[in-house]
């Protein structure tokens, strides 16, 4: 062991006021002493997801990641409703989106539109950074920061780089000017719309920065229980695969280099294997029932209970973590003592079939696999309402791959399901 430093980079995906989660899981995470261990060494945002990250990345700067919660949540307080007039035009703006969506309202084009809606955010962007002390880090004294957008007239991606560039309020503007609401943002001699029509959020170039892991902090769902029939729940399950679109594909080609590593087959130091953890969204009812429309809601309750999910999916991504050290590490007493008492255990092939077991039989179970399993972190591991793991059966003559999926509640492992990996 050097006792370096765990090098954790950190990917903010955009998803409109449905960031205020990446808002509470960047403050648990960075305001607990689960940390200490660890040297954040980048972040990357688009849209909301890029304001975010930049006020983390503030805090970083100025060497107290703790203030990361101060900053976060001054910035969505301050950008949730707080008026009576404001309500009416943040109903108004929800109502008026959800007809769109309906096909029941035409669209207005943001140059027919009297407000400015991105004067008032980049007032609120430099009411909490002070971008005047902001200068291009080319000597990489501080974590790396990439904000994502387009350019509207060439097509081509960018990436705001802080060690090429320096990040300016009119760069995170860049990256949020969704074109149906705001004007397109004229900045470093481009044309920008929002950053969901390139890299949401920049992985690739994340890598830069040498992580050991990379924690994505995903706003849009990988999947759905029920198939879209509406034409308000087609519209929103359109938004959230197109705006995963382009970074699974960047997380499918990191699993990739990771597997190819594994197996011997890619050699040299240009590339590392690089963890990915995911914690994702999980959405409200409530938001449910305005399609996309809820990623315009500043209602401050509504803020505030995203901030509250993103904290605590963040407490257990933290449990999620201590368990599987454990279980990488052989420390079998660590791993149990992580389990409830009425822990239930559910298993199918192949793990062996088994009728569900709780309490001690369970435990024993557990006990077992530790022996037979070992996990597979060529795979991105997922924390949602549960988390997921892809393993191996240590017995090489079957070569034999897996799924676990384990739920916590409290700092505690409460059921576990053990099944087949996805093809």
């Known amino acids: 062991m050097t006792g370096d430093p765990l090098r954790v980079a950190i990917a903010c995906q955009g998803g409109g006021s449905h960031t205020a989660f990446t808002a509470g899981v960047l403050s648990r995470l960075l305001s607990g002493d689960e940390l200490n261990g660890c040297e954040v060494v980048g972040l990357s945002g688009t849209s909301g997801g890029a304001m975010c990250a930049l006020l983390a990345w503030s805090a970083l700067r100025d060497g107290d990641r703790r203030r990361a919660r101060v900053l976060l949540d001054g910035f969505w307080a301050d950008n949730s409703v707080s008026s009576l007039l404001d309500a009416a035009v943040n109903a108004g703006v929800i109502g008026t989106s959800t007809l769109q969506s309906l096909g029941l309202a035409p669209v207005a084009s943001p140059y027919h539109i009297p407000v400015d ?59 949020a000017a969704i074109p149906t609401l705001f004007r397109t943002v004229h900045t470093d001699g481009g044309s920008f719309w929002d950053g969901l029509f390139s890299q949401n959020p920049p992985v690739r170039e994340l890598l830069d920065s040498r992580p050991d892991e990379l924690w994505v902090i995903q706003i849009n769902p990988t999947a759905r229980a029920a198939e879209p029939r509406s034409v308000l729940d087609i519209a929103d399950r359109r938004n959230e695969l197109s705006g995963n679109l382009s970074l699974y594909q960047e997380l499918h080609v990191i699993e990739l280099i990771d597997r190819l590593l594994a197996d011997g087959l890619l050699i040299g130091d240009k590339y590392k294997q690089v963890v990915v953890r995911v914690l994702e969204f999980s959405r409200p009812r409530s938001s449910q029932l305005w399609g996309p429309a809820s990623k315009l809601d500043r209602d401050a309750g509504f803020i505030r209970s995203l901030i509250a999910q993103g904290a605590h999916q963040a407490e257990e991504f933290l449990t999620v973590r201590t368990f599987e050290d454990a ?90 399901q053990l099944g087949p990996a996805p093809p």
Not at 118 to 140: E, P, T
Not at 153 to 175: C, E, K, N, P, Y
Not at 362 to 373: D, F, G, P
Request: aromatic letters at 6%; hydrophobic letters at 45%; a negative charge.
């Open 117 to 175: 809606g991105l004067r008032q955010l980049r007032d609120l962007l430099v009411r909490w950074v002070d971008f005047d002390r902001i200068d291009v880090d080319a000597a990489g004294d501080y974590p790396l920061l990439l904000v994502g957008a387009v350019d509207v007239l060439s097509g081509q991606f960018r990436v705001f780089h802080s060690r090429r560039d320096r990040i300016t309020a009119d760069m995170i503007l860049a990256s």
């Open 327 to 416: 279980w990488r590490r052989g420390d079998l007493e660590d791993v149990l003592q992580l389990l409830a008492p009425d822990l239930e255990l559910t298993s199918t092939t192949p793990f062996g079939v088994r009728e569900p077991v709780r309490g001690q039989q369970a435990h024993e179970a557990i006990r077992q696999l530790w022996h037979e399993v070992r996990m597979d972190l060529t795979h991105k591991q997922l924390t949602r309402e549960q988390a997921v793991w892809m393993v191996r059966l240590v017995d090489a003559a079957s070569g034999d791959r897996g799924r676990v999926q384990a739920k916590f509640e409290d700092g505690r492992v409460v059921s576990i």
